[in-house]
């Protein structure tokens, strides 16, 4: 009677163990995502806060280059509304395509190349662009492994239970704004 007793605690305690340990690994797992998700956000801010102080030293050196500022300003204004990892990720494709566009206008400055200003702001804009993408990737690793441990026996099991881990949208560019990042710019010399 005794040891039917002690195999009944053993194996309720493995159990217990079991769930303890598998609940607080989807628990880091979901933080870790969080954790990721506040990064992108932060660096996508910044990127928005630079390109005001960029559109206007564009704008004091090209005055008829208005619709690539207007394309370059409405895409900041959609990546600040954006609500939801897809909505962010469309915003910032086309945000990242607008500023693209800019870039190729200025080539024709040779002056507004040569400026401190826009040196500097094009350089952190760059930087920032480069910590958006890996913040982008570690985003979406955390996205997968979260989304990975959802599905996966038992932690699906006790998913079901406790009910409030969701699985997470990927942060992915569209292949319409990806075409159009990837895209060189076509650079024209008039003779």
Same mark, same amino acid.
């Given at each position: 009677?005794? $040891? /039917? $007793?002690?195999?009944?605690?053993?194996?309720? !305690?493995?159990?217990?163990?079991?769930?303890? &340990?598998?609940?607080?690994?989807?628990?880091?797992?979901?933080? #870790?995502?969080?954790?990721?998700? *506040?990064? $992108?956000?932060?660096?996508?801010?910044?990127? *928005?806060? !630079?390109?005001?102080?960029?559109?206007?030293?564009?704008? &004091?050196?090209?005055?008829?280059?208005?619709?690539?500022?207007?394309?370059? *300003?409405?895409? #900041?204004?959609?990546?600040?509304?954006?609500?939801?990892?897809?909505?962010?990720?469309?915003?910032?494709?086309?945000?990242?395509?607008?500023?693209?566009? +800019?870039? /190729?206008?200025?080539?024709?400055?040779?002056? !507004?190349?040569?400026?401190?200003?826009?040196?500097?702001?094009?350089?952190?804009?760059?930087?920032?662009?480069?910590?958006?993408?890996?913040? #982008? #990737?570690?985003?979406? /690793? &955390?996205?997968?492994? +979260?989304?990975?441990?959802?599905?996966?026996?038992? *932690?699906?099991?006790?998913?079901?239970?406790? &009910?409030?881990?969701?699985?997470?949208?990927?942060?992915?560019?569209?292949?319409?704004?990806?075409?159009?990042?990837?895209?060189?710019?076509?650079?024209?010399f008039n003779n």
């Open positions: 009677m005794t $040891i /039917a $007793i002690i195999i009944i605690v053993a194996v309720i !305690l493995i159990l217990l163990f079991a769930f303890w &340990g598998t609940y607080n690994s989807l628990v880091k797992l979901d933080e #870790r995502v969080n954790e990721a998700w *506040s990064d $992108i956000t932060v660096q996508l801010k910044r990127r *928005s806060d !630079l390109i005001p102080n960029l559109v206007e030293v564009v704008k &004091g050196y090209t005055k008829h280059e208005t619709e690539a500022i207007k394309a370059v *300003s409405d895409a #900041r204004a959609k990546m600040m509304g954006a609500r939801s990892v897809a909505d962010s990720a469309e915003a910032d494709g086309s945000l990242t395509g607008a500023l693209s566009r +800019l870039m /190729a206008v200025t080539e024709s400055y040779p002056e !507004l190349k040569a400026d401190q200003n826009f040196q500097q702001l094009t350089t952190e804009i760059s930087d920032t662009e480069d910590k958006i993408q890996a913040a #982008r #990737r570690f985003y979406n /690793a &955390g996205a997968k492994e +979260l989304n990975t441990k959802i599905k996966l026996f038992p *932690s699906n099991i006790i998913n079901n239970m406790v &009910g409030h881990f969701q699985k997470r949208e990927y942060y992915n560019v569209s292949e319409d704004e990806q075409d159009k990042i990837e895209k060189a710019p076509e650079v024209k």
